[in-house]
């Protein structure tokens, strides 16, 4: 079975400094790979996916993330966070065998202080 | 276009009631998903449609916890009987095609057992 591991449950850190948050899976096979962002009180929302080709993907807001097959990651980046990236961060995976299946991490909090 | 749509947003209720929870997914997707959000657990995959006909219930926690799709435009999830311990924020989430196509949630419906 497939499974997530986001390794940083609870991350601050001041405006302006670059951020990376950690995703591992555990599947050998082809996957798909997302990452959501819950901010305060709201619901999940689509940051960046990976299907195929460029392994550097660049999503909305800045962010961007890199799939690494040999690791097994696909980190989140942004060179410069602002007080209002203070969110839940969920890295999901879906495997090609798993039908419409995601399977999610743990989350991780980002607190930005201002 | 509207998104998900998910009815009550909020509700308390006393252990032992039934709680129904709704779900109006996005027009012309065929994929439907409940997924449960704790703490402790993070964001869990509780079951899944295909065209209105359950593939996965593996997630759903006990016998309490039952989910239909009558039809293309709705769905609910059912606990019966509830316990505190249900408390949780509960997303309904839909998805146009399989193979890990970007999902879309709903803004959750959080409950609160007493």
């Known amino acids: 079975a497939q499974s997530v591991s986001q390794h940083n449950h609870h991350v601050i850190l001041s405006e302006a400094a670059s951020l990376e948050l950690g995703c591992n899976y555990s599947?050998?096979?082809?996957?798909?790979l997302f990452w959501y962002v819950q901010y305060p009180g709201q619901h999940l929302q689509l940051l960046l996916k990976?299907?195929?080709?460029?392994?550097l993907v660049k999503g909305i807001k800045g962010f961007e993330a890199e799939f690494i097959k040999s690791k097994f990651s696909f980190n989140l980046r942004k060179p410069s966070v602002q007080w209002s990236d203070t969110a839940e961060y969920f890295c999901?995976?879906?495997?090609?065998?798993?039908?419409?299946?995601?399977?999610f991490g743990g989350g991780t909090r980002l607190m930005v202080k201002p | 276009d509207a998104g998900v749509i998910q009815s009550p947003r909020h509700e308390v209720t006393e252990m032992g009631q039934e709680v129904t929870l709704r779900c109006k997914p996005i027009?012309?997707?065929?994929?439907l998903f409940w997924y449960r959000q704790t703490m402790m657990r993070g964001l869990e995959l509780l079951i899944y449609?295909?065209?209105?006909?359950?593939?996965?219930d593996s997630g759903m926690p006990e016998d309490r916890f039952s989910a239909k799709m009558p039809n293309a435009s709705f769905s609910t999830l059912k606990i019966q009987p509830s316990e505190p311990r249900d408390s949780a924020v509960y997303f309904c989430?839909?998805?146009?095609?399989?193979?890990?196509?970007?999902?879309?949630f709903g803004e959750g419906s959080w409950l609160t057992v007493v």
């Open positions: 599947y050998g096979g082809t996957v798909n």
């Open positions: 449609f295909n065209n209105n006909v359950p593939i996965d």
């Open positions: 027009s012309g997707h065929d994929y």
């Open positions: 990976y299907f195929s080709g460029d392994p």
């Open positions: 989430a839909s998805s146009p095609l399989p193979k890990g196509n970007t999902i879309y």
């Open positions: 999901a995976v879906n495997a090609h065998n798993a039908g419409n299946m995601l399977t």
